[in-house]
Nanobody, 122 residues
Framework: QVQLVESGGGLVQAGGSLRLSCAAS????????MGWFRQAPGKERELLAA??????RYSDSVKGRFTISRDNAKNTVYLQMNSLNAEDTAVYYC?????????????????WGKGTLVTVSS
């Protein structure tokens, strides 16, 4: 049974940092593409960062500020978020792709976590 459990969200001041974790079970994160998305109120779910065996990719909105990584031994994927601002306030979701091919949109996601809320105060 595939499960993705996010943690690490919370309230942070603008300019601060948070690290989100996504603990996976039922599969190996080393074998699948993984990604982080977010959804703010009234907006569509947005792909922020993705990682696969061939590398990673970032949206323009977070490039240079966010870093996706994974620890295969812990079967966990991380999202390090720096220089946070109020526009980063959203629910953040971990996602597993359909295969090892890097995730490029919601259409490439097979499983979702339940999300963790990040609130950035200005």
């Amino acid at each position: 049974q595939v499960q993705l459990v996010e943690s690490g969200g919370g309230l942070v001041q603008a300019g601060g940092s948070l690290r989100l974790s996504c603990a996976a079970s039922g599969f190996s994160v080393s074998a699948y593409a993984m990604g982080w998305f977010r959804q703010a109120p009234g907006k569509e779910r947005e792909l922020l960062a993705a990682i696969s065996i061939t590398g990673g990719r970032y949206s323009d909105s977070v490039k240079g500020r966010f870093t996706i990584s994974r620890d295969n031994a812990k079967n966990t994927v991380y999202l390090q978020m720096n220089s946070l601002n109020a526009e980063d306030t959203a629910v953040y979701y971990c996602a597993r792709g359909n295969s090892a091919v890097i995730v490029s949109s919601v259409n490439g996601v097979a499983y979702w976590g339940k999300g963790t809320l990040v609130t950035v105060s200005s």
